[in-house]
């Protein structure tokens, strides 16, 4: 076996959400899921089917983000994976509808870090370890950094 380290390629602060499932059935669902859960998000999907014609499926609304999702996929290349980049939305606008699918495995992460995939590759195919989502803290928060971290979830809208 060998392991591998993927790099997501994406621009910078663009949010992707990467997972597993088990079904083709998931591109629909996953399509399904965002396009109700947003009033204007603009997404693209990528999913690596595992058996059969093992194809990538995809789905979207934004050519660019769906292209972005094949680039990705390609790269990972690990059954049943699937990926999707946001626009107009964000991991937190869409995630609890995404767990709701019921054919969804987990979500490995969301966010707008550089990422990097951990792969393990065998002579069955490859498998998804984890992912290095940004970089280890520098230290702890104090009462001004909390805060500013309060105000930042009020200036967003999240609590009041």
Not at 87 to 96: F, H, K, Q, S, T
Not at 115 to 140: F, H, M, N, T
């Amino acid at each position: 076996m060998d392991l591998k380290l993927i790099d997501i390629k994406k621009p910078a602060e663009m949010n992707f959400i990467l997972g597993q499932s088990h079904f083709i059935k998931t591109v629909e669902d996953l399509y399904e899921a965002l396009i109700t859960s947003a009033p204007g998000i603009k997404f693209g999907l990528a999913f690596c089917e595992a058996s059969g014609e093992r194809l990538i499926r995809t789905e979207g609304n934004d050519q660019e983000l769906i292209d972005l999702a094949i680039t990705n996929a390609k790269l990972i290349a690990a059954g049943h994976s699937f990926i999707i980049f946001l626009r107009e939305a964000y991991p937190i606008n869409v995630l609890g509808r995404i767990k709701d699918v019921q054919e969804l495995c987990s979500v490995f992460c969301a966010t707008s870090n550089p990422a990097q995939v951990l792969l393990v590759e065998s002579d069955k195919g490859r498998g998804i370890l984890g992912v290095i989502d940004g970089q280890p803290p520098l230290g702890v928060e104090d009462q001004t950094k909390k805060k500013e971290r309060q105000e930042l979830m009020m200036k967003f809208g999240y609590k009041r």
